[in-house]
C-alpha cells in the first residue's frame, strides 16, 4: 500500500496551504484531496439532514476514509487534508481498513493563527473565540491520543512543505497504528 497522510486541524493552520503547495510545486508526487471538495452545506443543512454539524462531519469522514481506502493501490502517495475531529478520523480508518494511515494534527499558536486570516486569508470572521476553541480542542485530542503535531507557528510554508513530503515518501517504520 501506498503511504496515507492525513493533515488535520483548525482554520489558519496551515495545512491547506501545505497540501496546496504539494499538490502544485510538486505535481506527480501524492494524490492531494481536500475534505471541502465535497462541498459544505450551511449549518441548517447539516443539522436537518444529519441532526447537527458535527454529526454531517462524522459522516463525511467516515465516507473519504473509504473513499480514500479504494485508492491506496494506487502508484504514488495519498495526502488527505481538512479540518476534522481526529476520533473521527481514526473511527474512519478503523471502519475503512486502514492501519497504517500517518495522521498529524497542523496547529499554530493563536496568535499566528488570527494574523494568518486576517491578512493572508482574509477571513476575519474565523479569527473569533469559538476558532481558538476548536483548535485547543483539537490540540488536547490530538495530544490524549498520541498523534503527532506539526506546529507551523514559527516554521515556513517550505519546511512544512517539506516535513508532509517526507512522511509521504515513508513506506515504513513509525505510521501510527491503529
Not at 436537518?48 to 469522514?61: D, F, H, I, L, N
Request: charged letters at 25%; glycine letters at 8%.
Amino acid at each position: 500500500m501506498m503511504p496515507l497522510v492525513i493533515l488535520t486541524g483548525a482554520s489558519g493552520s496551515g495545512k491547506t496551504a501545505i497540501a496546496e503547495t504539494i499538490e502544485t510545486r510538486r505535481p506527480g508526487f501524492a494524490y492531494v484531496f481536500c475534505f471541502d471538495q465535497i462541498g459544505v452545506p450551511s449549518l441548517e443543512a447539516m443539522a436537518t439532514e444529519y441532526g447537527s454539524g458535527e454529526a454531517w462531519q462524522r459522516a463525511k469522514t467516515l465516507e473519504w476514509m473509504v473513499r480514500i481506502a479504494s485508492l491506496r493501490a494506487l502508484d504514488r502517495p495519498v495526502l488527505f487534508e481538512g479540518q476534522m475531529r481526529l476520533a473521527f478520523v481514526r473511527e474512519g480508518l478503523l471502519s475503512a481498513g486502514i492501519a497504517d494511515a500517518r495522521v498529524v494534527l497542523v496547529d499554530c499558536d493563536d496568535e499566528t493563527r488570527t494574523h494568518r486570516l486576517l491578512t493572508h486569508r482574509n477571513q476575519p470572521e474565523l479569527a473569533n473565540p469559538s476558532t481558538m476553541s476548536w483548535a485547543a480542542f483539537l490540540r488536547r485530542e490530538a495530544q490524549a491520543a498520541g498523534y503527532a503535531v506539526l506546529d507551523t507557528s514559527k516554521i515556513s510554508l517550505e519546511a512544512g512543505v517539506e516535513h508532509v513530503c517526507l512522511l509521504l515518501r515513508e513506506q515504513t517504520g513509525s505510521r501510527n497504528r491503529l
